[in-house]
């Protein structure tokens, strides 16, 4: 269950969380179109609270919305005021933010270009996503039945609801199966992303991870790990990858907001290196925390801190 917070942001407004309700002809809630974001918020050793590349998820959130032709009624500066505020009221000093631009109720056909495009931040408190021990000693993977959408049939650089259907499936097939988390292959049958992660694979010093002209997400993480592991001196390379390059990988790891770093231990029951979390992981994922909460201070480009 969500935390329940005093309240939320919607069209403009702040109101009770109880109230922040939408009408059953809401078309998203039918067709899917609904740009979404998610947003840390972690907590300083000084006590404030930074956002971590907030304008890189707004400026997200706006270019799924231009892929889709949603047009929010209201700007990038005061969605991103919406996410401070939101914390604010809710004397949340950490958590994790979730913008939404959706259609509103109007005409019910597949084609409302005249429904109103409707804006919501809500924040919660979110710890670990993918399980207490998780970014600690890593977990187990399946690579799923389901593949990711071909490029022509979503739009896979769009953090749109309606195709999280193929996430929540496969995600679902990997947890009834007794495994943390799912890897889809796109449909030339390489290696793409979890259902809401990028993945990284290490291999005699080098890391690689997937390039964008495939059918992942561009993840923020994503592009933070690269900048990290390039700072690092760890060379990286981005393009394909294959099934059994996952299982002959030194190390495993999947990136996000929600998930953060998160070691993978084993894929499709196999050990992923001798089944621990292994040297590249631990030291860029101790290089992350330390950026995102401020005690690194070598990117304060990505701090919004209030
Ligand atoms: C399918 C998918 N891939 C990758 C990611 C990672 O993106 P980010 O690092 O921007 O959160 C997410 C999460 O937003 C996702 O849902």
């Known amino acids: ?3 329940k917070q005093a309240k939320i942001w919607l069209d403009g407004a702040l109101v009770d969380w109880d109230d922040a309700n939408v009408h059953i002809l809401t078309h998203s809630l039918h067709y899917g179109i609904a740009a979404f974001e998610g947003v840390r918020a972690y907590l300083r050793a000084d006590g404030s609270t930074s956002l971590f590349r907030l304008g890189d998820h707004i400026d997200r959130l706006f270019d799924t919305c231009k892929l889709v032709l ?3 009624e209201f700007t990038r500066e005061q969605v991103s005021a919406a996410c401070i505020e939101v914390l604010r009221v809710n004397g949340m000093k950490q958590g994790y933010l979730r913008p939404l631009v959706f259609v509103g109720e109007g005409a019910m056909g597949i084609y409302a270009p005249d429904n109103p495009a409707r804006t919501s931040v809500i924040a919660w408190s979110w710890g ?6 998780a970014l600690e000693r890593g977990i187990r993977c399946k690579v799923s039945s389901f593949a990711r959408h071909h490029i022509n049939v979503s739009l896979s650089k769009a953090k749109l609801s309606g195709q999280y259907t193929n996430s929540v499936l496969a ?3 990997a947890k009834f199966g007794g495994y943390d988390e799912a890897i889809l292959l796109d449909h030339h049958g390489f290696v793409s992303e979890g259902s809401g992660e990028n993945i990284f694979v290490a291999r005699k010093g080098v890391l690689y991870t997937p ?3 495939s059918s992942i997400l561009e993840g923020i993480t994503r592009d933070t790990i690269l900048q990290l592991a390039r700072e690092e001196g760890i060379p990286v390379l981005e393009g394909r990858i294959t099934r059994d390059q996952l299982w002959l990988a030194d190390e495993v790891f999947l990136t996000g907001t929600a998930a953060e770093l998160t070691p993978v231990r084993e894929v499709d029951d196999r050990p992923i290196g001798d089944g621990v979390v ?3 992981t631990k030291k860029l994922q101790a290089r992350y ?5 401020g005690s690194d201070t070598t990117h304060p480009e990505w701090l919004t801190t209030i």
């Open 1 to 3: 269950m969500v935390d």
């Open 70 to 72: 949603l047009k929010p």
């Open 128 to 133: 670990s996503y993918l399980g207490a021990d």
């Open 171 to 173: 995600k679902r097939e």
């Open 211 to 213: 390039d964008l002209s």
């Open 278 to 280: 292994g040297p590249i």
């Open 289 to 293: 925390f330390e950026v995102v909460r």
